[in-house]
C-alpha cells in the first residue's frame, strides 16, 4: 500500500493549514485516511517524509513556520508540533529535501534566496 500525504492551504487564509493522508489501490484509486489535519498555520506548501515514514514535515508559506505530523503504521496523522520551526517573518519556505540519511532537512526559503539547514 503506498500513501501518500498533501497538505491544504485553504487559498492561503490565515491559521487555516491542514495535512492529509491517503492510501492507494493498485490502479491507483486514492482512499482518504485522514482528512484536514489542522496545523493552525498559513499557507501549508511542501510536505517531505523521512525514509522510516512515521513523521510528515510541511513548510508554511505563510506563516514562515515548519510544521510536523506523526505518521501511524496505517498512514493515520496526528499533528506533532505546529511550529517545529520558525524561521521569521517573510521567509516564505516553500520547498524542502531531505539528506539522503533523512537526518538533514534542507528548506528553500526568502523567494529562493536562501536555505535553511535543520539536523
Same mark, same amino acid.
Given at each position: 500500500?503506498?500513501?501518500?500525504?498533501?497538505?491544504?492551504?485553504?487559498?492561503?487564509? *490565515? /491559521?487555516?493549514?491542514?495535512?492529509?493522508?491517503? +492510501?492507494?489501490?493498485? #490502479? &491507483?484509486?486514492? $482512499?482518504?485516511?485522514?482528512?484536514?489535519?489542522?496545523?493552525?498555520?498559513?499557507?501549508?506548501?511542501?510536505?517531505?517524509? *523521512? /525514509?522510516?515514514?512515521?513523521?510528515?514535515?510541511? +513548510?508554511?508559506?505563510? #506563516? &514562515?513556520?515548519? $510544521?510536523?505530523?506523526?505518521?501511524?503504521?496505517?498512514?493515520?496523522?496526528?499533528?506533532?508540533?505546529?511550529?517545529?520551526?520558525?524561521?521569521?517573518?517573510?521567509?516564505?519556505?516553500?520547498?524542502?529535501?531531505? #539528506?539522503?540519511?533523512?537526518?538533514?532537512?534542507?528548506?528553500?526559503?526568502?523567494?529562493?534566496?536562501?536555505?535553511?539547514?535543520?539536523?
Amino acid at each position: 500500500m503506498i500513501i501518500p500525504y498533501c497538505f491544504r492551504s485553504f487559498g492561503g487564509a *490565515p /491559521n487555516q493549514s491542514a495535512a492529509s493522508s491517503y +492510501s492507494s489501490d493498485l #490502479s &491507483g484509486v486514492l $482512499s482518504v485516511i485522514s482528512g484536514s489535519v489542522q496545523n493552525s498555520q498559513t499557507a501549508s506548501c511542501w510536505v517531505v517524509i *523521512p /525514509n522510516n515514514g512515521r513523521l510528515a514535515i510541511v +513548510s508554511n508559506t505563510g #506563516s &514562515g513556520t515548519i $510544521s510536523t505530523y506523526n505518521v501511524n503504521d496505517v498512514g493515520v496523522l496526528t499533528l506533532a508540533n505546529a511550529v517545529a520551526a520558525d524561521l521569521g517573518a517573510n521567509s516564505a519556505p516553500r520547498d524542502m529535501a531531505l #539528506s539522503v540519511n533523512g537526518h538533514i532537512l534542507f528548506v528553500q526559503a526568502e523567494g529562493g534566496q536562501s536555505v535553511a539547514v535543520f539536523i
